[in-house]
């Protein structure tokens, strides 16, 4: 199949126009002009998009796939009351429920030009969502326990659920992996623990880390609400043992207590560090996930990505939970991303090819697939999107990069395809999954949260 647009946007070199990419098995087997490729390939397949951008596939760095029932469900509220009122929702909700919120979530994933998703689960339900939808995924199965004499215990369930799940899925598309739970949910030890088990299985770590002011006062200080209570994520709040303060930062007391010994670390937010934190997050290359729509909603604050750019550190964007941002759409991602650092950092202006790079090889280095998606190169799987630059806003069309950045939303993606499958057309879909079935279940469940 030849695939052409009037951009390529390949990300590795300089985006070009009357392009096009020949997609064989699965992988990218060639890109260049249009009609060098049409003579060099005269029996392929030719699918034109016209006036659009080709580009890979964005690379959603974290996300809640199962919470995307919730959206628009807990509104206009700030981050402590926000993650109170998703656990009383959540405590409503089956089995079912969760995968056919993971399944929805999946399918916004997919009709906004994200091919990979990095997603923190307990049910397991993004899990066999994305098995199911054809995406591609990192799931890190979440573990935690206040007391640590329940430590054990769900380490042994965490593992056992582990090893079901990478039984299940294909295992060259979805890469299992485990996630200790919040700190202000959790026992430090779990830390360690953690990460010596996906040292020793060769999995990847991702951590929720230094995302609010509470979880910064909470650590350091002893003096948010979570040092009162602490969250279950089926009950709300529950009473805790008392919570000396520990004079660190959420980074250092993750560091401390052997978070960091594994090989290959995400830590999610990241937005309350100070210089110290950063040069600890690259000596031990840890990976940062920044969701910058989710924390403006919830009033979280803004991450540093200057910093984090000139610290060299892998960085890619994430859109956080559904229930948060009431969207799974990078391209939003990217501009507001942007837009907020040019705000707060008015002497660094963050640019529109450096957001693009996060949101595709930037989120393909931080999960360390960067040698198999993240930019349209020969070898790579054919993981690619077409966005659609033909309103009247964009055209005429003089930078695609910028175009796509600050004029494009997910609404604008024309075509989504994941190892050369055809996943998404414009409203229509290929996927093995009753759609509109889905989406009567969504309702009924809504329904159900909003009692």
């Given at each position: 199949?030849?695939?052409?647009a009037?951009?390529?946007?390949?990300?590795?070199?300089?985006?070009?126009?009357?392009?096009?990419?020949?997609?064989?098995?699965?992988?990218?087997?060639?890109?260049?002009?249009?009609?060098?490729?049409?003579?060099?390939?005269?029996?392929?397949?030719?699918?034109?998009?016209?006036?659009?951008?080709?580009?890979?596939?964005?690379?959603d760095?974290?996300?809640?796939?199962?919470?995307?029932?919730?959206?628009?469900?807990v509104?206009?509220?700030?981050?402590?009351?926000?993650?109170v009122?998703?656990?009383?929702?959540?405590?409503?909700?089956?089995?079912?429920?969760?995968?056919?919120?993971?399944?929805?979530?999946?399918?916004?994933?997919?009709?906004?030009?994200?091919?990979?998703?990095?997603?923190?689960?307990?049910?397991?339900?993004?899990?066999?969502?994305?098995?199911?939808?054809?995406?591609?995924?990192?799931?890190?199965?979440?573990?935690?326990?206040?007391?640590?004499?329940?430590?054990?215990?769900?380490?042994?369930?965490?593992?056992?659920?582990?090893?079901?799940?990478?039984?299940?899925?294909?295992?060259?598309?979805?890469?299992?992996?485990?996630?200790?739970?919040?700190?202000?949910?959790?026992?430090?030890?779990?830390?360690?623990?953690?990460?010596?088990?996906?040292?020793?299985?060769?999995?990847?770590?991702a951590?929720?880390?230094?995302?609010?002011?509470?979880?910064?006062?909470?650590?350091?200080?002893?003096?948010?609400?979570?040092?009162?209570?602490?969250?279950?994520t089926?009950?709300?709040?529950?009473?805790?043992?008392?919570?000396?303060?520990?004079?660190?930062?959420?980074?250092?007391?993750?560091?401390?207590?052997?978070?960091?010994?594994?090989?290959?670390?995400?830590?999610?937010?990241?937005?309350?560090?100070?210089?110290?934190?950063?040069?600890?997050?690259?000596?031990?290359?840890?990976?940062?996930?920044?969701c910058p729509?989710?924390?403006?909603?919830?009033?979280?604050?803004?991450?540093?990505?200057?910093?984090?750019?000139?610290?060299?550190?892998?960085?890619?964007?994430?859109?956080?939970?559904?229930?948060?941002?009431?969207s799974?759409?990078?391209?939003?991602?990217?501009?507001?991303?942007?837009?907020?650092?040019?705000?707060?950092?008015?002497?660094?202006?963050?640019?529109?090819?450096?957001?693009?790079?996060?949101?595709?090889?930037?989120?393909?280095?931080a999960?360390?697939?960067?040698?198999k998606?993240?930019?349209?190169?020969?070898?790579?799987?054919?993981?690619?999107?077409?966005?659609d630059?033909?309103?009247?806003?964009?055209?005429?069309?003089?930078?695609?990069?910028?175009?796509?950045?600050?004029?494009?939303?997910?609404?604008?993606?024309?075509?989504?395809?994941?190892d050369?499958?055809?996943?998404?057309?414009?409203?229509?879909?290929?996927?093995?999954?009753?759609?509109?079935?889905?989406?009567?279940?969504?309702?009924?469940?809504?329904?159900?949260?909003?009692?």
């Amino acid at each position: 199949m030849l695939l052409c647009a009037q951009y390529i946007l390949p990300i590795t070199s300089e985006p070009f126009q009357d392009g096009a990419v020949l997609v064989r098995d699965g992988l990218i087997r060639d890109i260049g002009k249009v009609d060098m490729l049409k003579l060099r390939y005269p029996e392929e397949d030719v699918v034109d998009f016209g006036l659009a951008a080709l580009m890979p596939g964005l690379v959603d760095l974290h996300t809640h796939l199962e919470n995307s029932v919730m959206r628009g469900i807990v509104h206009d509220v700030p981050y402590t009351t926000w993650v109170v009122s998703v656990a009383e929702k959540a405590a409503k909700m089956d089995v079912g429920d969760w995968y056919d919120s993971a399944i929805l979530g999946g399918l916004d994933a997919l009709s906004s030009g994200i091919t990979c998703v990095a997603d923190i689960t307990v049910t397991g339900a993004a899990c066999t969502a994305t098995q199911k939808l054809g995406l591609r995924s990192v799931i890190y199965r979440e573990v935690g326990a206040m007391d640590k004499r329940r430590i054990d215990y769900a380490m042994r369930m965490a593992e056992n659920d582990i090893m079901h799940w990478r039984e299940e899925v294909d295992a060259d598309r979805i890469t299992i992996g485990m996630a200790p739970a919040a700190i202000y949910t959790c026992h430090p030890s779990v830390f360690g623990r953690v990460a010596e088990f996906t040292e020793r299985e060769k999995m990847p770590m991702a951590m929720h880390l230094a995302g609010s002011r509470e979880e910064y006062s909470f650590t350091k200080y002893g003096s948010s609400p979570f040092s009162v209570h602490g969250m279950d994520t089926k009950r709300g709040y529950v009473e805790i043992p008392p919570w000396l303060p520990t004079g660190a930062s959420p980074v250092r007391y993750a560091l401390n207590w052997g978070a960091f010994e594994t090989s290959n670390m995400l830590a999610i937010h990241c937005v309350h560090v100070d210089e110290d934190d950063v040069k600890k997050l690259k000596e031990y290359d840890v990976a940062v996930a920044v969701c910058p729509r989710c924390n403006a909603q919830l009033g979280m604050g803004v991450a540093p990505v200057n910093e984090f750019l000139r610290a060299d550190l892998r960085l890619g964007l994430g859109t956080d939970s559904p229930a948060a941002t009431d969207s799974t759409d990078m391209l939003a991602e990217m501009r507001l991303g942007m837009l907020v650092q040019r705000a707060v950092n008015v002497s660094e202006f963050l640019d529109s090819s450096t957001m693009l790079e996060m949101a595709t090889l930037g989120g393909a280095r931080a999960l360390r697939l960067d040698d198999k998606i993240g930019s349209l190169d020969v070898g790579k799987r054919a993981d690619i999107i077409a966005v659609d630059l033909s309103s009247s806003h964009q055209t005429p069309t003089t930078d695609p990069v910028s175009a796509v950045v600050n004029t494009c939303s997910g609404t604008d993606v024309l075509m989504t395809m994941v190892d050369g499958r055809l996943l998404y057309e414009k409203n229509k879909w290929h996927v093995d999954v009753e759609v509109a079935k889905n989406i009567a279940r969504v309702i009924e469940i809504r329904g159900k949260l909003r009692l």
